[in-house]
Nanobody
Framework: QVQLVESGGGLVQPGGSLRLSCAAS????????IGWFRQAPGKEREGVSC????????YYADSVKGRFTISRDNAKNTVYLQMNSLKPEDTAVYYC??????????????????????WGQGTQVTVSS
């Protein structure tokens, strides 16, 4: 049974940093791409970043390029999202997701949230002074 558990959210001032973790169980990261999504109140869930299952290639939404970094530790079966230079508009619930049909990072650019079958419970990130 695929299970994803996010952690690491919290309250941070603008310009600060947070590192989110997505711990996976029931499958190994070698075979699945892992994506990070976020959803702010009143907005649709949007793709933020993704890492592929095989070569570690990555995808970033334009809004986070240069500020966020996704990485994967296969030994710990965990994916991380390092978020730097945070802005108030980054405030949202952050989710990690996967799907057996999605293996490439670039898929996030064409496969929005409804295509992804397995989700974590989410972790709140609030950027405010």
């Amino acid at each position: 049974q695929v299970q994803l558990v996010e952690s690491g959210g919290g309250l941070v001032q603008p310009g600060g940093s947070l590192r989110l973790s997505c711990a996976a169980s029931g499958f190994t990261l070698d075979y699945y791409a892992i994506g990070w999504f976020r959803q702010a109140p009143g907005k649709e869930r949007e793709g933020v970043s993704c890492i592929s299952s095989s070569d570690g290639s990555t995808y970033y939404a334009d809004s986070v390029k240069g500020r966020f970094t996704i990485s994967r530790d296969n030994a710990k079966n965990t994916v991380y999202l390092q978020m730097n230079s945070l802005k108030p508009e980054d405030t949202a619930v952050y989710y990690c997701a996967t799907d057996p049909h999605i293996t490439t990072a670039q898929a996030m650019g064409v496969m929005p949230a409804p295509y992804w079958g397995s989700w974590g419970q989410g972790t709140q990130v609030t950027v405010s002074s």
